[in-house]
């Protein structure tokens, strides 16, 4: 079983920032790429950045410049750092992981959501 935790959210104001944090634990053979998503109230989940094992870096349009995703592979651990923050950034983020459980299997697990809350 692989386990996923996020931490670091929270209530802040506009153009302030926050810092997410996500652990991977459990069997793990190897974690692959790691990602945050987002979702907002009456609002589909949409992504926000993801990261490769190699560090490479995607983020969605509305994030660039603002968030930075990076990670430590020896520890299993993924951040997302969130500047310039907006209402409209208002969300649950989740973090997911793809895992090798043993050299063979790949699964996605999902963290269960850290809710972040920023006032105008």
């Known amino acids: 079983q692989v386990h996923l935790v996020e931490s670091g959210g929270g209530s802040v104001q506009a153009g302030e920032s926050l810092r997410l944090s996500c652990v991977a634990s459990?069997?793990?053979?190897?974690?692959?790429?790691m990602a945050w998503h987002r979702q907002a109230p009456g609002k589909q989940r949409e992504l926000v950045a993801t990261i490769t094992s190699g560090g490479i870096t995607t983020y969605a349009d509305s994030m660039e410049g603002r968030f930075v995703i990076s990670r430590d592979n020896a520890k299993n651990t993924v951040w997302l750092q969130m500047d310039s923050l907006k209402a409209e950034d208002t969300a649950v983020y989740y973090c997911n992981a793809d895992v090798q459980v043993n050299r063979n299997y790949e699964y996605k697990y999902w963290g269960q959501g850290t809710q972040v809350t920023v006032s105008s």
């Open positions: 459990g069997f793990i053979y190897k974690v692959n790429n």
